[in-house]
Structures are given as C-alpha cells and as structure tokens.
C-alpha cells in the first residue's frame, strides 16, 4: 500500500530544496520543473521502498541526477545563452547579487553536465565529497577530480566569481 499522505508530506517540506538543485542542474525554470517533476513520478511509485531506507531525499537527489543526466544523453541539445550580461543599474547590492547570479547561471551553463552536478552538489547542496560520490554514483576521487575541472572552468570563463568561489571554498575546509 502507497503512502501517498507521506510522500506529500515529505515533498511539501522538501520541495524548495529539490526545486533549487533542479533549477542549478537544468539551468532554466521550465526544464527544472520537468526534471523535477520526473524524478518526484518516479520516487513516488517507489516511496514506500524509499521511505524506508531512513533517508528518503538523499535517495530523491540521486534520482534526480540520473534523470538530469538520462535526460541530456536523450536530447543532446546546446543552451543556447546570450554572450553578454545586462548593463548594470544603479540600484546597489541587489543588482550587483542580481548580475552576479547571471553571470554564474550562464558559467554553470558552460560545464559539462558531471561538472555541473559536482558544483551544484558540493557548493550549493553543502553535500560532503562522500556524499556527493555517491549520489552521483562514482567514486570520490572522481568527484575530486571533477570538481577541480569545474572551479577550474569557472575560474576561466567567469573570472568576477573568483571571490564568491573563495569564499564557498573557506566555508567548505
């Protein structure tokens, strides 16, 4: 018998959090909402395995990577984004947080879909290099090497991250 009352439950208290690392993985609104959406129809026939496993979310993000992944070797289609950023405003803080998160959207968007999900999981997800290895189903040299690419990539194709990429990375030690 399904418990459908607890996945509900579990899904209304998770879902900003599954929603975000959607949108980081996707790179866009629509496509998070499909990758999310996925991943929920098919934890949901098998909820009540996962729920019984202690740890339903970790087990709901693995799904969700593989659907992120499944759904890119389906596809095999570029982003296109847009090669410049919008010109500043006055406006201050918010608009400097505002065209910073632009400009990390469109990096993200130039990695490779395991770089991608290596940053979203470590830097946004706060998941150790254990944790992530094995959401991602690899090893953690792996997720090592993977990320030293990504930070790498980053550091290249957005170089104005180098100070929020610092600051992530005095908060991970």
Avoid: C, N
């Avoid at 202690?54 to 969700?64: A, N």
């Avoid at 570029?78 to 950023?85: I, N």
């Avoid at 790498?152 to 170089?159: N, V």
Wanted: aromatic share 6%; charged share 25%; proline share 2%.
């Amino acid at each position: 018998m399904v418990d459908e009352e607890g996945f509900r439950e579990f899904v209304r208290a998770r879902l900003p959090r599954l929603s975000r690392a959607a949108y980081l993985l996707a790179g866009g609104h629509a496509q998070a909402e499909d990758l999310l959406q996925s991943a929920l129809i098919k934890a949901a026939v098998q909820w009540s395995r996962i729920s019984a496993t202690g740890d339903p979310e970790t087990y709901i993000r693995k799904i969700l990577y593989h659907e992120h992944v499944r759904s890119w070797r389906r596809r095999r289609y570029l982003e296109q984004t847009t090669a410049a950023v919008p010109d500043r405003a006055s406006a201050g803080d918010e608009t400097d947080r505002a065209v910073l998160r632009l400009v990390l959207e469109q990096a993200l968007a130039k990695l490779t879909r395991r770089q991608r999900a290596v940053v979203v999981l470590r830097y946004f997800e706060d998941l150790s290099e254990a944790d992530t290895a094995q959401v991602m189903g690899t090893s953690v040299g792996t997720v090592k090497s993977q990320t030293s690419h990504a930070l790498s990539r980053l550091r290249t194709l957005a170089p104005e991250l180098a100070g929020l990429m610092h600051d992530s990375m005095e908060v991970q030690s």
